[in-house]
């Protein structure tokens, strides 16, 4: 019967999202679990993977599995998405959310800190995802990856100096298109959402410090931080069938940060 719950329904479905231990990763394994999708949870912090795949087992009566991995490490990706299939079935929904966000002056960043951020960016999304498609390819199954970029995927910024942020974004909005171009002969959709400014581990402290959250404010047309809750809907729309024809495209959640 067509309805409205069924166009964005989840049920039957697997999705694995890492970086589920905090800020916006927890909301899209809430999200995604309230669409009736069964979620393996990744991150290094297992109590609160644990705590979480409790939380959506009991609030959502959906399946859970906390997974806890280095999504840098070749070899925890290879276990990961082994022990996800193993648990819950196959992944069919890959949520590439996992990031790190470091400051500092362009002229003295560090070789290692440009590396490891690229590892977890850029790197981890791309080792994830030929996991996700080569299974989902071998089972002739379609699929739906989405990639976390951020506004600073299209632009940079004079609020904080992170060139290795921008630039890791960037190249994972274009890794976006390419893999979408490459995999959709196999009804596999990639798509990203490019978040604005949300307040989690990963900026709250910069954001508490002087004026910074008045002066990030100002560069926002809705003039507030977006809430995290705020994504869910995005996350959703791009995992579901209502988006069968939506592929290599990026979708900001921004309070029209880019409109301007
Ligand atoms: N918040 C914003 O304003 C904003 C805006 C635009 C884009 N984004 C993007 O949204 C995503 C989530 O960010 P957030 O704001 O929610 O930050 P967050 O609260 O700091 O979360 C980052 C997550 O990544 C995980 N992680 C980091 N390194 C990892 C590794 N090596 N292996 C496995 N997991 C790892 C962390 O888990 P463990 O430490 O437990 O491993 C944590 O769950 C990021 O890609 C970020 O760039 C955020």
Redesign the pocket.
């Given at each position: 019967m067509e309805s409205l719950s069924s166009l964005f329904s989840l049920k039957g479905h697997v999705a694995l999202v890492?970086?589920?231990?905090?800020?916006?990763?927890?909301e899209f394994a809430r999200a995604l679990a309230l669409a009736g999708a069964d979620v393996a949870l990744?991150?290094?912090?297992a109590d609160?993977?644990e705590r979480l795949a409790a939380e959506l087992k009991e609030r959502y009566k959906v399946n859970a599995a906390a997974i806890p991995?280095?999504?840098?490490?070749e070899a925890?990706v290879d276990r990961a998405v082994a022990e996800a299939n193993a648990q819950l079935g196959i992944i069919d929904i890959l949520v590439?959310?996992?990031?790190?966000?470091p400051t500092g002056r362009a002229e003295n960043i560090k070789r290692e800190v440009w590396d490891s951020t690229f590892?977890?960016?850029v790197t981890?999304p791309l080792m994830l995802s030929q996991r996700v498609a080569r299974a989902l390819i071998e089972h002739k199954r379609p699929g739906r990856i989405i990639n976390?970029?951020?506004?600073?995927g299209y632009v940079g910024t004079g609020i904080y100096r992170m060139a290795c942020?921008v630039a890791s974004?960037a190249a994972l909005a274009n890794l976006t298109r390419q893999l979408a171009i490459e995999w959709c002969r196999y009804g596999i959709t990639v798509n990203a959402i490019?978040?604005?400014?949300?307040?989690?581990?990963?900026?709250i402290e910069g954001l508490e410090k002087g004026d910074n959250r008045a002066r990030i404010e100002s560069f926002i047309p809705m003039g507030r931080?977006?809430r995290?809750e705020e994504l869910r809907a995005a996350v959703i729309y791009l995992a579901s069938d209502a988006a069968s024809y939506v592929t290599g495209t990026v979708i900001h959640v921004d309070g029209g940060y880019l409109a301007w």
């Amino acid at each position: 019967m067509e309805s409205l719950s069924s166009l964005f329904s989840l049920k039957g479905h697997v999705a694995l999202v890492t970086g589920a231990s905090s800020g916006l990763g927890v909301e899209f394994a809430r999200a995604l679990a309230l669409a009736g999708a069964d979620v393996a949870l990744v991150a290094r912090r297992a109590d609160r993977l644990e705590r979480l795949a409790a939380e959506l087992k009991e609030r959502y009566k959906v399946n859970a599995a906390a997974i806890p991995a280095d999504v840098t490490v070749e070899a925890e990706v290879d276990r990961a998405v082994a022990e996800a299939n193993a648990q819950l079935g196959i992944i069919d929904i890959l949520v590439n959310n996992a990031g790190v966000a470091p400051t500092g002056r362009a002229e003295n960043i560090k070789r290692e800190v440009w590396d490891s951020t690229f590892a977890i960016n850029v790197t981890a999304p791309l080792m994830l995802s030929q996991r996700v498609a080569r299974a989902l390819i071998e089972h002739k199954r379609p699929g739906r990856i989405i990639n976390i970029t951020s506004v600073y995927g299209y632009v940079g910024t004079g609020i904080y100096r992170m060139a290795c942020y921008v630039a890791s974004k960037a190249a994972l909005a274009n890794l976006t298109r390419q893999l979408a171009i490459e995999w959709c002969r196999y009804g596999i959709t990639v798509n990203a959402i490019a978040p604005g400014w949300v307040p989690t581990e990963m900026n709250i402290e910069g954001l508490e410090k002087g004026d910074n959250r008045a002066r990030i404010e100002s560069f926002i047309p809705m003039g507030r931080l977006g809430r995290p809750e705020e994504l869910r809907a995005a996350v959703i729309y791009l995992a579901s069938d209502a988006a069968s024809y939506v592929t290599g495209t990026v979708i900001h959640v921004d309070g029209g940060y880019l409109a301007w």
